[in-house]
């Protein structure tokens, strides 16, 4: 089911959440919603679950052409896991993931049998076999995620919308799990939004990525569109590291004269700038080196311009960076790529 954003603004009070933001969800697609605390997304995704309403009369939202704006969220068929669980401690894995299928209306519910069946293969699809009769307190908390998002699941939902679903989980376990929720969308093949503050997440599971700031979109695209071709200073700065040079600098002659470049800001990523130890290369830039950090497979180099000490990072290969036979103190010559 495609989801259909129209103009939507949401206001709190004087606090603008949303400012007339338009957006299309593909059917099948994982979109994440990317930005800052305050950007908007949580806002966005719980407009689309039914849980907020937009501002009356700023727009619409369609899923699959129908207008669901003043649709209550008991009625959008939407399956919603939140960042912290909101299990029932009382029930077991079982009774939790099949809690929505046993409150339904007596016409619409399904037998126990039927009932068991899908529970106990949402619980094989979730790879919690074995744990139908723990309680939440008896798991870890990838494994609680998981009862969520099957419990979301069982009701059969036409969307998925995960808010920071891995928000309150350690990096380990964050990284595994997500790379377990792109295999299942895969399984599943249900639109899926997702909500998150983590480029690395949003750039590994996503099909596409919206990302948000100050109420309203700054970009839309593929997540290796919106890294290579950041259509804002905002999206480059988020989507990762990234230098802010001022310009003119010798490091860029091959790419504007220096009259072109006076005053403006070149913004730069700390892998795409090259590292020579002597000034033989054309176009670099002197620099002495201040530090360096070479825990893990990257050297991590902070040098300072010659010309006016503004620092420059730069992250290149540990081995390249030791045949430089370089020592803090020395100067370095820097060419960006």
Known sequence: MSVKISNISKTFGSYTALKSVNLTVQTGKLTSLLGPSGSGKTTLLRIIAGLEFPDEGSGAI?????????????????????????????????????????????KDRPTKQEIADKVHKLIDLVQLGGLDKRYPT???????????????????????????PFGALDAKVRKDLRRWLRKLHEEVNLTTIFVTHDQEEALEISDEIVVMNQASIEQVGKPQDVYDKPATPFVYEFLGKVNQLQLPSRGFAHAASFNEAQGKVAYVRPHDIEVFATAEALNTEAAYLVSVNTAGPLARLCCARQDNDQIIEVEMARQNFTKLNLKVGDWVYLRMR
């Not at 008896?138 to 998002?149: F, I, N, Y």
């Open 62 to 106: 369609y899923f699959d052409n129908q207008d669901v704006t003043r649709v209550p969220a008991g009625k959008r068929h939407v399956g919603f896991v939140f960042q912290h669980y909101a299990l029932f401690k009382h029930m077991t894995v079982f009774d939790n993931i099949a809690f929505g299928l046993n409150v339904k209306s007596w």
């Open 138 to 164: 008896e798991l870890s908390g990838g494994q609680r995620q998981r009862v969520a998002l099957a419990r979301a699941l069982a009701i059969d939902p036409k969307i998925l919308l995960l808010d920071e």
